[in-house]
């Protein structure tokens, strides 16, 4: 089976790593209770330094599916919020549990803490990347549209970090992106690059019509991220245009599907009809992360379950 160490960034997955944890994800959601005692005694650390819903529920759900524990660690209440190193505190949980997923604003803490701990780390969003929504993603993706490969996938707003993910999943996998962007909002140009070296089809453009056009998946997330709170007003006059609504989905194929990672902002960057309606997809996104995390738990720490 598969075995991955970290996953810090989606480049971290190369494109069979994907398709194993996308084919057990679908056993596991097939047979929920197939797997009871995969990670029976086995522990999950789970670092968050902002809020979540649909993370901190997946993983802790996640871990009591598969027979193990996970522990919610507020990253305040956590000596890490009173000055001791991210280094020592990899290291100390590093005697206690099997895995760490750790929420940050800076895409730094997790990449030191998966230098520093010696088991494996996840990264559950930084402000650069959400590679555990690309799982999500991908699955959902392959549920309605068979394969990846070739399919036309529009991203409308932010280049933020689901959308720096979703760059690299989809030039890992072989999907044509296009991602419409107000200027000055573009995906970071480091993840692009790499994206390229992956022999990524991404198209950026600043015009929403363009990307949307002749799309399978129309896929956006909000305008204002967490951490981005101070620049709201300004977003959201920058943003304007860029909603997924009736008009826009006109131009994706007929039977195009709309995705949101969610939270989402109805009548900023998606409008309810379009949101609520028969193209979206959702709920089924969101229940996939649990699916999809089962398998990449499974993946990353069940060598150590075989002794
Ligand atoms: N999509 C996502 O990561 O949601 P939460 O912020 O609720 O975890
Ligand atoms: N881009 C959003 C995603 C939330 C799941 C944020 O970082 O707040």
């Not at 305040?76 to 290291?91: K, N, V, W």
């Not at 709201?232 to 006109?250: A, C, P, Y």
């Amino acid at each position: 089976m598969t075995h991955v160490t970290n996953l810090i960034s989606a480049s971290d997955l190369k494109c069979e790593e994907i398709y194993d944890i996308l084919n057990l994800a679908a056993l596991m959601k097939e047979g929920r209770e197939s797997y009871m005692d995969a990670l029976k005694g086995m522990s999950l650390a789970m670092i968050f330094e902002k809020p979540s819903t649909r993370t901190r529920v997946s993983f802790e759900v996640a871990m009591t599916e598969l027979g193990g524990h996970a522990l919610y660690l507020n990253y305040a209440d956590l000596q890490l919020g009173r000055s001791e190193t991210i280094c020592d505190t990899a290291g100390v949980l590093s005697r206690y549990v099997h895995a760490i997923t750790a929420r940050v604003y800076s895409h730094e803490t997790v990449r030191e803490l998966a230098r520093c701990a010696d088991i494996p780390v996840i990264n559950a969003l930084s402000d650069m990347e959400h590679p555990c929504q690309l799982l999500a993603d991908l699955l959902t993706i392959r549920e309605r549209k068979g394969d990846l490969e070739g399919l036309r996938i529009a991203w409308i707003g932010d280049g933020n970090n689901v959308c720096n993910s979703l760059i690299l999943g989809s030039a890992i996998t072989g999907m044509n992106l296009a991602v419409a962007c107000p200027a000055g909002y573009e995906p970071d140009a480091r993840v692009v690059a790499r994206a390229n070296e992956l022999g990524s089809k991404v198209l950026i453009t600043n015009d929403p019509v363009e990307a949307a056009s002749g799309a399978d998946v129309l896929y956006t997330d909000v305008w204002v991220s967490m951490g981005d709170e101070g620049e709201e007003e300004k977003r959201l006059r920058d943003f304007s245009g860029f909603q997924i609504n009736s008009d826009l989905l006109s131009h994706a194929k007929s039977d195009c599907i709309v995705l949101h990672c969610l939270p989402a902002h109805r009548g900023q960057e998606i409008s309810a009809k379009v949101l609520d309606g028969e193209h979206s997809v959702v709920l089924d996104q969101a229940e996939n992360r649990l699916h999809a995390q089962k398998a990449l738990l499974m993946t990353m720490i069940s060598r150590q379950c075989d002794g």
